[in-house]
């Protein structure tokens, strides 16, 4: 078949049943992403004859004789970038990335009436990072970037390294390479919910053309692990095989087939035949702990979970003081109990793993390589050689860009099974998760339920809090206990109250599993926090945020959760007083907002919280930064880039401290071969954990190449200063270049390493405003103003900051107004597709506006603090105190849809029935 | 997606046996959106050559293979006033962005039988009929609100094949009122409701889709009384017949229903704005 793309001719024959987007990539464009696969997300958008079309769809033996223009065809064919890349470039219209192509296909098709409708023009387009502003910017040309200028780096808007990259779909994402003899792996999922494997029969499958190995619990190794990374792997229980005897949920790997194609291997699992026996089951995390419920994990102390015998794969107990005096003390009482959805990460680029043979893996140089979508390099390496007794040196773990995280790629959910396919067929091994596994084969976030109880006296003081916790880790113990843990934490700390009690359960249960998920328990825990603040000030007939400001903790109060205090956790730096100011500020303004529709309920509701800076026990970073022979500077950070931005902070905080500009310094990152170590982008510790290292390492090469400037001239060190790309030494300018010649003459490296170890560590502050409407007719919530302040300490990129707060508040939104992983009463996942899983789209979601505290922490470098994870937390609240305002209902359940919103308006009278 | 287990693909000019496993093959925006691991070939439609919208002194015949961006742009003889805004209106009810318009068929939308089926909702408010061929040459014409016969269900056999959808004229001549109710902005159908009232006989028809699992079609001589019409759709739906599935909860789709049929009787019972006075 004979076809043209981006202006070059092709002939080669599609498959029957191929779609585009597939046979581009085949021949090599590989900025044609998958999002969904299925139409919804808009990633894979091309133009065919010059219509725009999603390409997951598209025949591509349709495409016969066709003109077809990727996003690597955009741009004219004279060097310049095409209009549309260049406003994604000015306005940083992108964070991770991988949906950018789509955006941009999509955009440049736009005609005059659709450009004015974007809310419609882009309902085939889902962006999980941005929340849309700065596509909105993008599109209409507002420009933000600023252009570097020596040493003055921090605080300003420069734009991200990868920029260029993204805009003209050259940026390598994990499947983004073409690895010769390739096979492709294909995962059987267990239909039940919990059963014992009494035999697998993999003959048919092994017949089929193509299948090169089928896997089974029989090949896997025995050994006990988590899917869960953290820098301790005591923090989760060992309760996971790769492949194992016993499924536990709907959705469980049972085998997995290796083929050439990954049809044959799809056809390979479809002829596996697997004789069950079902095992009784139980899906509610309250009928799990109670006597006689199935047990998920019958197994020893070896694996670390609490109490096996009744699914509690982790808990919690403290109290500071008395809570039930403090009850008595109190002259209003709230007692309610909320309830949080399974929420998923949706990251557009899904999991998966490519691992490939450098040299003989048997010779002592040989080695794997493992490149994955993964936020932890360094600690999946470490996994996988425990997992199969190999050493270090034999395996590599790379991440190319990631398309986005969000903490569901703080787990290793591939890359294990795709070592062992390696392993055992000797060859390169591809695992591509599609939308639907990401649904039912990965993880969600916790749901949770929270039985609180809170009393306050009569002047608007907090005297007692206690809460019953419970969270659901579904079927496997990854991140079950450390996200109730951070749950208890911050949530409580943030009080003044002198009675603090907790009860918190992770259970088991033959669900899907939790994992790690932006906020990590904190949102979740928040959200009922602050709703039961909103309800006593209401009690108390006080302001809600007028009783905040009472009861919150001062700059110089220690953080108490009913646990006790964390000896590494300290108020480094204190925004909580001017964010609740920012609200109030918000809350007396005249509304300039959009007008609420006649017969429409508006009201005004808010809610704060408090993160820690990273994880408690420690969070290590190593970089290291070489001067090289042009008189630019190569800066290896471990961490990985994932549209969190720290590669943009990382490179600013070096070009600052080298005097030089961002474009003089590259980066090497997210690689096991860069550094000696790096835990990983996970906790909110991207600026401040590994950007402090980088800190460190350049604070130490600028001292280097000045004492060895001094050195070589031979006059005092004191006389020299860094200079863009030359070291000045009392007016004399040497260059860099020459600096790194002398040095090599002198058998000398001009390179310094900086380390970190993640403590001792601050705390960051968000609140978040929200004035709705309702419609008691529909229960339709409109959002008319949105306000959010941040303390994130010195902000490093205003521009980027900024989009991690609009993100996570978009992304907050969709958790709190529509997404729900849904599952059916045998555990089984109902909603594994963009089009039953909905995201919020740009029509969705509202601008907010964004507040910096003029804060300069004293632990995070440079005076700054992390703000990734926290904009999230108090979204939720906020919103339903909002919606409380509104129409004096209480709504202690997420999602908010319409369709529940208005039933409970209904049955409170609220609402009339047509 | 790929659809692995798919080896052929056959011009369906091509007059070949019919085999288990065929599947047509329209703009492909639904059977390459799923998993289709029973289909072996598929009978592409692509190159039929259908004249995808035809005025005729009967009405409009719509071709299966006319897609929604066709259908969208289509520009309406003079006293076809249920043409405009009605189409836009359904078109713009697909969940899909205008990108799969450009590939998606009306026929596929009718043909996938799905409650929120938009094309479902405007052909059969406008009195579709759709025309069958089998694969032995017979023809049969059924209205489409009967082609649908539940969630996903159609009166379709093996290897029979929707060749097109007639509009009469007297329904193209038609006042129509519309309303669309869903959980998100710019979302999929949780409730469609369509009014359209005959000004050459006074008639008035209602015709209710996405809140229930196949549409629902009330026809009164002339426009009812409130109540009229309520106590109709109650009995045409009686509790436990709406739709339930993730896109709404069934109270709240009755609800909407409701609220939109007397909308929509409202609006056909006052006079028409003449064009210039809005």
Redesign the interface.
């Given at each position: 078949m004979r076809l043209r793309v981006n202006g070059r001719e092709f002939d080669e024959e599609p498959r029957a049943g191929q779609c585009l987007r597939t046979f581009l990539r085949g021949l090599g464009w590989f900025g044609v992403k998958k999002g969904c696969d299925a139409g919804d997300c808009g990633a894979c958008t091309v133009h065919v004859d010059g219509e725009p079309v999603h390409s997951c769809l598209y025949p591509a033996l349709r495409a016969r004789d066709r003109a077809v223009t990727t996003v690597e065809g955009l741009a004219p064919a004279d060097g310049e970038l095409h209009r549309v890349q260049r406003g994604f470039l000015d306005a940083q219209g992108f964070q991770c990335g991988f949906c950018t192509a789509g955006f941009l296909m999509t955009t440049a098709a736009l005609d005059d009436d659709k450009r004015a409708d974007l809310p419609r023009a882009f309902k085939g387009n889902l962006c999980r990072c941005t929340g849309y502003r700065a596509i909105e910017d993008a599109v209409r040309g507002v420009k933000h970037t600023e252009e570097p200028a020596p040493g003055e780096s921090v605080g300003r808007n420069l734009p991200a390294p990868a920029g260029p990259q993204v805009v003209t779909g050259t940026a390598r994402y994990t499947f983004d390479v073409a690895v010769d003899g390739l096979l492709h792996l294909k995962i059987l999922r267990s239909p039940h919910p919990h059963a014992r494997i009494r035999a697998i029969d993999t003959t048919r499958a092994l017949a089929v053309p193509g299948v090169r190995a089928v896997l089974t619990h029989h090949d896997a190794p025995e050994r006990l692990f988590s899917t869960a990374r953290h820098e301790h792997p005591e923090e989760d229980p060992d309760d996971t095989r790769v492949l194992d005897d016993v499924v536990r949920y709907v959705g469980q790997r049972v085998a997995a087939v290796v083929a050439d194609s990954e049809a044959a291997a799809e056809e390979g699992c479809r002829r596996v035949e697997v004789d069950y026996e079902e095992l009784p089951y139980v899906i509610d995390p309250e009928e799990a702990m109670r006597p006689g419920a199935p047990v998920i994990h019958p197994k020893g102390d070896e694996a670390r979970i609490a109490r096996p015998q009744d699914n509690v794969v982790g808990e919690t107990h403290g109290e500071v003081g008395d809570v039930e005096a403090g009850f008595a003390q109190s002259d209003v009482l709230h007692e309610q109990t909320f309830r949080t959805q399974r929420v998923q990460h949706a990251s557009l680029e899904t999991h998966g793993a490519v691992a490939w043979f450098e040299g003989d893996f048997d010779a002592p140089d040989g080695r794997l390589v493992v490149r994955s979508s993964t936020q932890t390099p360094f600690l999946t390496r470490r996994a996988l050689c425990t997992l199969y007794d190999l050493p270090q040196e034999k395996v590599r773990v790379v991440a190319g860009r990631v398309g986005g995280g969000f903490g569901g790629k703080q787990e290793m959910l591939v890359e294990d099974i795709v070592v062992l396919a390696a392993l055992r067929t000797r060859r390169p091994v591809k695992l591509e998760y599609t939308r639907p596994e990401q649904f039912f084969g990965a993880t969600t976030r916790h749901p949770f339920t929270i039985e609180v109880k809170a009393g306050a006296s009569r002047d608007g003081l907090l005297k007692s809090m206690r809460m019953r916790i419970v969270s659901n880790t579904g079927a496997y113990g990854n991140h079950g206990p450390a996200v109730l843990f951070h749950g208890c934490g911050e949530s409580f700390a943030v009080y003044r109250c002198p009675n603090k009690k907790v009860d918190g359960y992770a259970v088991y249960t033959n669900t899907v599993p939790a994992g790690a998920f932006r906020g990590y328990g904190l949102g979740q825990v928040v959200f009922a926090v602050e709703s039961v603040m909103d309800e006593l000030a209401r009690r108390l007939d006080l302001d809600p945020m007028e009783f905040r400001r009472r009861n919150i903790i001062a700059a110089d109060e220690e953080m108490i959760a009913p646990g006790g205090v964390e000896e590494d956790l300290h108020i480094g730096s204190y925004g909580l007083d001017t964010c609740v100011e920012v609200v109030r500020r918000a809350i007396a303004e005249p509304d300039h907002g959009e007008a609420p529709p006649d017969g429409w309920l508006v009201g005004q509701g808010a809610a704060l919280s408090m993160i820690a800076t990273g994880p408690p026990g420690g969070h290590i970073a190593d970089a290291r930064v070489v001067l090289q022979p042009d008189g630019g500077y190569e800066l290896s950070v471990g961490t990985a880039e994932f549209g969190n931005g720290t590669t943009t902070v990382h490179r600013q905080i070096a070009a600052g401290e080298l005097g030089t500009t961002v474009d003089r310094v590259t980066i090497r990152q997210s690689d096991t071969d860069v550094v000696r170590h790096d835990t990983g982008a996970f906790g909110s510790t991207g600026t401040v954990v590994a950007g402090k290292a980088t800190l460190r390492a350049s604070q130490a090469l600028a001292a280097l190449v000045l004492d060895f400037a001094a050195q070589h001239l031979g006059v005092a060190r004191e006389s020299c200063a860094m200079a863009e790309d030359a070291v000045v030494c009392a007016g004399r300018r040497v260059p860099l270049k020459e600096l790194y010649e002398a040095a090599r003459t002198a058998d000398r490296e001009l390179a310094a390493d900086g380390h970190f170890g993640g403590t001792p560590r601050s705390v960051a502050f968000n609140a978040q405003w929200f004035r709705v409407a309702v419609d008691p007719a529909s229960g339709e919530i409109r959002i008319l103003r949105s306000v959010h302040a941040a303390d994130a300490g010195q902000v490093m990129n205003p521009m980027q900051c900024r989009g991690q707060v609009e993100g996570g508040v978009a992304q907050a939104l969709g958790a709190t107004l529509f997404e729900e992983v849904v599952v059916d009463e045998r555990g089984a996942v109902t909603t594994a597709a963009f089009r039953r899983y909905h995201l919020p789209t740009y029509a969705d979601t509202p601008r907010t506006e964004v507040h910096f505290t003029p804060t300069r922490d004293a632990i995070g470098p440079l005076g700054a603090k992390s703000m990734s994870e926290s904009p999230f937390n108090p979204v939720a609240p906020a919103l339903a105190n909002a919606l409380r305002d509104a129409t004096g209902v209480r709504f202690t359940r997420l999602p908010l849809t319409r369709d529940r919103v208005w039933l409970g308006l209904r049955d409170h009278g609220v609402a009339r029935e047509a | 997606?790929?659809?692995?287990?798919?080896?052929?693909?056959r011009d369906a000019r091509r007059r070949e046996q019919w085999r288990p496993g065929d599947a047509y093959?329209g703009?492909?925006?639904y059977l390459?959106?799923?998993p289709q691991?029973h289909?072996r070939?598929?009978v592409?439609l692509?190159s039929m050559g259908w004249e995808p919208l035809e005025v005729t002194p009967d009405g409009l015949v719509i071709a299966a293979t006319c897609t929604v961006a066709q259908l969208n742009r289509f520009t309406a003889p003079p006293g076809w006033q249920a043409c405009h805004p009605l189409i836009e209106q359904c078109c713009?009810s697909f969940?899909?962005?205008?990108?799969?318009w450009?590939?998606a068929t009306v026929g596929g939308n009718i043909c996938n039988a799905l409650p929120a089926g938009p094309m479902i909702s405007l052909t059969a408010a406008l009195e579709g009929e759709a025309t069958l061929l089998a694969l032995d040459g017979g023809v049969r014409r059924l209205p489409v609100a009967e082609f649908v016969t539940g969630n996903g269900r159609k009166v379709l056999r093996e290897g029979e094949l929707l060749r097109s959808v007639t509009l009469p004229t007297y329904a193209l001549r038609s006042r129509t009122a519309f309303r669309q109710?869903s959980?998100?902005?710019?979302?999929?159908s949780?409730a469609l409701v369509i009014g359209r009232h005959d000004p050459a006989d006074g008639s008035f028809t209602l015709t209710v889709t996405a809140s229930t699992p196949r549409p629902v079609r009330l026809w009164f001589p002339l426009p009812p009384a409130a109540a009229q019409l309520r106590a109709a759709l109650e009995q045409a739906v009686p509790p436990g017949a709406w739709f339930d599935d993730?896109y709404?909860?069934p109270?709240?789709?009755r609800?909407?229903t409701?609220?939109f049929a007397?909308e929509i009787r409202a609006e056909l019972t006052t006079a028409p704005v003449a064009p210039g006075e809005e």
């Open positions: - | 997606m790929d659809l692995g287990t798919v080896t052929q693909m093959l703009g492909g925006t390459f959106s799923e691991p289909i070939r598929l592409d692509g713009r969940l899909a962005s205008f990108k799969i450009n590939m109710g959980l998100h902005r710019l979302g999929r949780a993730i709404g909860l109270e709240w789709r609800h909407l409701l609220r007397e």
